[in-house]
């Protein structure tokens, strides 16, 4: 009895470890997380990457290498870390914030700033280093790595985190943690040193409310707010011929990190429908009500783009630059945007 029952424990045991070895023994541990869970349990749904996230996490890194910064290493923790985040914020605090369900964050005091920057030791996510993460969340279904991008990118403060730029310069990131949630998008970046960001650079906005900004243009724009960041929204409005789409990003209080496009279909004439510089005229003169000539400038400018579609036209008003010219094709693409060095101005 003994020798047979030797016997099958010898010949059951290869087959057991031959059944492990075959499979991923990480995603088999996984299970769903909740609550407290997310930032104690050794494995939970989500930590490791999916398509979506390796694809996130390319383009991040394209976009980085565009723009003279090295590529990034992916990071398994900082990953971890990135999914911890996204649970928290989908199933415990159901609103974007830096804070934490279990670690408040307030950028005005220094003592909650561990929340964030030692986040990757006190989830003990194995990363050694800090982390600074950016976030994002989409009011239309799922989260797009490509539309989250462009949305960060456009946000003078999470493109400087993105590109180690501005405050972040310091930082080198040396890895990369991804996470996609639902509607939300989670980035977390490494910085192997210690040390705490300086104070975010003073950045020019447009200094006009969501509201203002747009008063007077519902009869014509249908406006719904399609994304957020942490410190900048985004909303879309398009008229019901489709040929007018307006984009605003900033905050709701005021356009502080802002950057408004409008992309017009001309006519066959490459001109203007009254419609379209209805609305073109009524939010320049929102946001610059002491801008006298705007009509003129609206006229003249798209009469000389009609003539010449290569031809671009920009103005300074209030540190803040406006500018109009084509896709080459058939529509004008109008864009406001704080201040940086255009090409060719006129200083108002």
Not at 43 to 69: F, M, P, W
Not at 169 to 195: C, H, M, Q, T
Not at 240 to 265: F, M, N, R
Not at 315 to 325: D, T
Request: hydrophobic share 40%; proline share 5%; net charge neutral.
């Amino acid at each position: 009895m003994n020798y047979k029952f030797r016997h099958v424990v010898i010949i059951f045991t290869p087959i057991l470890l031959i059944l492990v070895c075959g499979a991923n023994v990480y995603t088999l541990a996984q299970r769903p997380c909740a609550g407290d869970e997310i930032f104690t349990a050794v494995s939970c749904v989500g930590d490791t990457i999916s398509d979506r996230e390796v694809a996130l996490l390319d383009i991040v890194n394209k976009y980085r290498a565009a723009n003279g910064q090295p590529v990034l290493r992916s990071s398994s923790g900082l990953s971890i870390l990135a999914n911890r985040r996204a649970l928290d914020l989908v199933q415990n605090l159901k609103s974007l914030t830096h804070s934490w369900s279990n670690c408040p964050y307030d950028i005005k005091d220094e003592k909650t700033w561990p929340c964030v920057i030692d986040a990757p030791s006190r989830l003990k996510t194995g990363y050694k280093g800090q982390g600074y993460e950016t976030l994002y969340r989409t009011s239309t279904g799922q989260a797009v790595p490509t539309l989250a991008l462009d949305d960060w990118s456009k946000s003078p403060l999470h493109n400087s985190i993105i590109l180690n730029q501005g405050s972040f310069k310091s930082l080198r990131w040396n890895e990369l943690g991804v996470a996609i949630d639902g509607p939300f998008a989670v980035l977390w970046f490494g910085y192997p040193g210690s040390g705490l960001a300086a104070a975010e650079e003073n950045v020019i906005g447009l200094c006009v409310s969501f509201d203002t900004a747009v008063s007077g243009l519902s009869k014509i724009l249908t406006i719904d707010q399609t994304s957020t960041t942490i410190e900048n929204n985004t909303w879309t409005g398009l008229s019901a011929d489709k040929k007018i789409k307006l984009e605003i990003h900033g905050t709701k209080k005021e356009i502080a990190e802002a950057e408004i496009g409008i992309s017009i279909k001309l006519e066959p004439d490459r001109k203007l429908s009254p419609s379209s510089h209805n609305v073109l005229s009524t939010l320049l003169k929102n946001i610059f009500p002491e801008w006298a000539d705007v009509e003129k400038w609206i006229e003249t400018s798209a009469d000389q783009i009609a003539v010449n579609p290569t031809v671009s036209k920009a103005k300074i008003v209030r540190k803040i630059s406006i500018e109009l010219r084509t896709n080459g094709r058939d529509q004008l693409i109008i864009t406001v945007m704080p201040y940086s060095k255009p090409a060719y101005i006129e200083v108002f």
